[in-house]
């Protein structure tokens, strides 16, 4: 990706945003890879990036644990491992370890929850999981990195007998040092050790009466150290086995570097893939932190961000206890160039920055703080002109190093450029720079480059509101409290509100009057009425929310007497059903009733039996009749039921919705949507991949 000049990352504030990224990292390989992140305007990489960090951030999302990174760095170990006979320290053996563990552990995982990390998935793809290393190091190693007295059969038996020659030897000094206290001869300090040699503290009088090697002496000299004769020989044997048993210890850890060597290839890409592991994972870290997520990518040349939150000023405004007011803007191919004005401080810098910061976030893998229906495109180069960049060292003006951007910025744009303009036309004579920033501006359009630019001047707002292509928007501006609202509106120019703001920081009323005098008629005039436009476009937005929330309110009523309706229907349908079923058991009872006075009136066998079998033709009739209007009643239950789901299940949801599936007691939250898979999180942890038809919203009934 082409950026000019290269210090508007810092200008947009990248650079907070990388340092932001890098703390997450665990890895020293990881940290510095996000401390020099760089965007790319590679489409399938960027794509790759952005679905890595999205898939570890749904598992953050779902509550799961994501395995420990190990952070320790190999790079001095693995280069060890490719000269020969190079021994590892003990220490680095335990990092290797940690590494394989890790890797082991994150490859399991990942492969556990495949369906939730399919691109991450496929980093593990060429390694299978090491199980060898860590139990061969384990058979060495204590967790402290002191090697097993088990490592070998010899360094056992070494250790056996050295442990009983250094009882043998506590002995025999403890026993001379009872004798040399009896006869007098200790000083205040009474032992000492010189060269892994005990000795006893003599004072220097009575060195001549003791028998032994002779060590050294106190700085004073009214000590001498001397080691005990009767322990000088079991010293040498402990000297010795102490020798033996470093020699055997480092051919132990000379055969398990030898065993690591074996598998240093794939060690290197353990540590390898562990690194772009912690890359991405500190990636989405950050996007947890500041509530980010993956907009979608379009190749139409369309910004479309809805509710966006730039992290530095957030993070800025934190400090202070303020909130930050979201962005809403949108470019496409008919409205490709948005010329902000208004007042100062009132948040057209901001707004142009946060376009930038985003575009160069979005290309470098990183998910933006948007909402989740926002869309950018992949462009190939970002131009801005930012602040005042005056090279002291080649003596340019400032004037001077703009044009030398715009040069730049005329030559190079197309239509894969969003270019960033700070205070379109200033640094020169007013009238004169205006005029040459129309000419630019005229330009970039008929490249059709994309692009922000904010101006103060009224000849760059009204050629803006004549160029197809190129649209006027304004930063909001109370005229009733003097304060700035920082809320973009597209499609009319704003006032700089140069009076206003004077009186609102307290200059004189006298010295405002005077200068409003001194103003061009018709420049006063013009800005006079931009302010009232921007006031009655604000008294029409405020009319436009009321109006919208009436017109909710009457909905929500209609929908209510519309349900009152239909129960009231309900139940009149449910009451003729009643009715008519109270009509047709009378009728069955009267019938049943003549029957039964038959019965009575029957004086012979063969009377009675006629009107038996009348009896049982009348039940068979009876229950016919009973099931074909069960039989017509669940058919239309059915339908009912089935016509009820279908709406349920295609009223639009969007991401944050409660939805339960269907014959479902439990409800789940809404936490992504991928085309036509919605990813449900329930409370217990529990996430679940699913199509639209197989849920409903949890506050509707079946």
């Not at 928007?473 to 700035?484: A, D, I, V």
Request: net charge positive; proline share 3%; aromatic share 6%.
């Amino acid at each position: 990706m082409i950026i000019y000049p290269s210090d508007i990352i810092e200008h947009l504030e990248f650079t907070d945003v990388r340092s932001a990224v890098s703390k997450y990292a665990v890895t020293n390989v990881g940290r510095d890879k996000l401390e020099h992140l760089l965007p790319s305007s590679d489409q399938r990489e960027i794509e790759e990036a952005l679905t890595e960090v999205n898939e570890i951030l749904s598992i953050y999302q779902s509550e799961r644990s994501v395995p420990a990174l190990a952070a320790a760095d190999l790079t001095s170990a693995l280069s060890m491992l490719r000269i020969k006979n190079a021994v590892l320290e003990p220490e680095q053996f335990l990092d290797v370890k940690l590494l394989v563990e890790s890797y082991n552990r994150l490859q399991k995982f990942c492969e556990t929850h495949l369906e939730y990390l399919p691109t991450v998935a496929l980093r593990f793809r060429n390694f299978p999981p090491n199980l060898e290393i860590p139990a061969a190091i384990d058979k060495v190693l204590e967790r402290n990195g002191v090697v097993k007295s088990n490592a070998s059969s010899d360094l056992s038996k070494i250790r056996t007998q050295l442990s009983r020659k250094r009882t043998s030897a506590d002995r025999l000094f403890y026993k001379a040092v009872r004798k040399y206290e009896s006869l007098g001869l200790l000083g205040d300090v009474r032992e000492g050790v010189h060269d892994d040699r005990r000795t006893m503290g003599i004072q220097a009088g009575f060195k001549g009466r003791v028998n032994g090697l002779l060590h050294g002496a106190s700085n004073k000299h009214s000590l001498v150290f001397i080691e005990p004769g009767e322990c000088v020989e079991i010293n040498n044997e402990v000297a010795m086995l102490v020798d033996d048993e470093k020699r055997e210890i480092r051919r132990i850890l000379r055969e398990l570097t030898q065993l690591l060597a074996l598998h240093q290839d794939e060690l290197k890409a353990f540590s390898r893939i562990m690194a772009e592991i912690d890359f991405i994972h500190a990636k989405a870290r950050y996007a947890l932190a500041e509530d980010a997520c993956l907009p979608s990518i379009n190749n139409e040349g369309v910004w479309e961000i809805t509710k966006g939150i730039n992290p530095v000023l957030r993070h800025f405004h934190k400090t202070k206890n303020r909130s930050v007011v979201p962005l809403d803007i949108n470019l496409d191919p008919d409205q490709r160039i948005v010329v902000i004005s208004g007042p100062n401080a009132g948040g057209k810098s901001i707004t142009l920055k946060t376009v930038g910061l985003f575009q160069l976030m979005l290309q470098s893998g990183l998910l933006l703080p948007v909402h989740p229906s926002s869309s950018f495109p992949i462009i190939n180069k970002i131009l801005a002109d930012i602040g005042d960049s005056q090279s002291i060292e080649n003596e340019l003006s400032t004037y001077s190093s703009k044009l030398e951007k715009m040069k730049e910025f005329l030559k190079t744009s197309d239509t894969e450029t969003l270019f960033l303009i700070d205070e379109f036309g200033s640094g020169s004579d007013p009238d004169l720079g205006a005029v040459l920033a129309q000419v630019f501006l005229k330009s970039l359009n008929r490249k059709k480059a994309y692009g922000i630019a904010t101006t103060h001047y009224n000849s760059i707002k009204s050629l803006a509101a004549s160029l197809p292509g190129v649209v006027n928007g304004s930063m909001l501006f109370n005229g009733n409290t003097l304060e700035p609202e920082y809320l973009l509106q597209v499609g009319q120019p704003g006032s700089s509100y140069t009076f206003e703001v004077a009186e609102r920081a307290g200059i004189p009323k006298g010295l405002i009057t005077s200068a409003r005098k001194r103003l061009k008629e018709g420049t006063r005039a013009l800005d006079e009425l931009l302010v009232e436009l921007q006031k009655e476009r604000h008294a029409l937005g405020q009319e436009r929310e009321e109006t919208s929330r009436r017109l909710e309110e009457l909905e929500n009523m209609k929908a209510r007497q519309g349900a009152q309706i239909k129960k009231l229907e309900d139940k009149i349908q449910k009451q003729s059903q009643t009715n008519a079923d109270q009509n047709e058991q009378l009728m069955w009872g009267k019938r049943f009733e003549g029957l039964v006075k038959s019965w009575n009136k029957a004086t012979n066998r063969q009377m009675r039996k006629a009107v038996m079998d009348r009896f049982q033709q009348m039940l068979s009739d009876r229950s016919g009749e009973v099931q074909k209007v069960e039989k017509k009643r669940l058919s239309k239950a059915q339908k009912q039921k089935k016509a009820r789901l279908k709406r349920l299940t295609s009223e639009e949801v969007k991401v944050g919705d409660k939805v339960k599936l269907i014959n479902a007691r439990q409800s789940g939250q809404i936490v992504e949507i991928k085309k036509d898979k919605y990813v449900i999180a329930y409370d217990n942890g529990i996430t679940t991949t699913t199509e639209r038809d197989k849920f409903i919203l949890a506050n509707r009934k079946m």
